[in-house]
């Protein structure tokens, strides 16, 4: 019997355990949680400043030797009940050796109502990709979209979710909206003057004023 969900809480599960690593008082984090990938963004002089994670998962029937391999080959996984769920590059090559497509806990930019394992799954991820929270909880930037048309408060909820989880491992939580993010990122030079566009997939576009 599946383990029900209780206000708001996301189930535990077993998994990949993340390779411990030392927080060096990272003063902030950038992260876009994107339908096709999972991208954080470190101070520069951070050992691996860009990390990123297809922000996808397939899941088996529990298997001991299907695990063992996992382990082996260090692919990440989750274990619930009696499904393995691949995440990240691991589930899209084991999806494409099944001839099967990946399932994502993100659609359209925005959490997948259709997946109810989605958070659980994203949360893993995230443990994954981000370092430890420092003393005080690391402030963690993360992008939303813009609020889609004729879905007036279709955000609010992806939003609330995002911050929901990562309060939950320990972060400060902000969100930034992604077409603003790309203005801060991208015309510094000009002060901010100029049109920023996310169109998603890992597109995006600036354009200053000439």
């Known amino acids: 019997m599946k383990k029900k969900q209780r206000n ?4 535990t599960a077993q998994g990949t355990t993340p390779t411990a690593e030392v927080n ?7 992260l876009d949680v994107g339908t096709v990938n999972i991208a954080v963004s470190l101070p520069m ?5 860009l990390r990123r994670q297809a922000n996808a998962f397939f899941t088996v029937p529990f298997n001991p030797a299907v695990k063992e391999i996992l382990v082996r080959k260090q692919m990440g996984f989750i274990q619930r009940n009696e499904v393995l769920y691949m995440t990240g590059e691991a589930a899209e090559t084991i999806a494409r050796s099944f001839g099967r497509n990946t399932r994502r806990p993100i659609a359209g930019g925005l959490i997948n109502p259709r997946e109810q394992d989605g958070m659980l799954i994203l949360e893993h991820m995230l443990k994954e990709l981000l370092p430890p929270p420092g003393p005080g909880g690391t402030r963690v930037g993360f992008s939303i979209p813009g609020e889609p048309q004729g879905r007036n408060g279709a955000v609010v909820y992806h939003e609330a979710m995002i911050r929901m989880c990562l309060e939950r491992m320990g ?6 909206n992604e077409g603003l993010a790309v203005i801060l990122a991208e015309l510094s030079s ?3 003057s100029g049109i920023g566009i996310s169109m998603g997939g890992g597109c995006a576009i600036s354009a200053s004023p000439t």
């Open 171 to 176: 972060y400060q939580a902000e969100p930034v």
């Open 24 to 30: 060096t008082a990272i003063p902030a984090m950038g």
């Open 45 to 49: 002089d951070h050992a691996r400043p």
């Open 8 to 11: 708001g809480a996301i189930p």
């Open 190 to 192: 000009t002060d901010g």
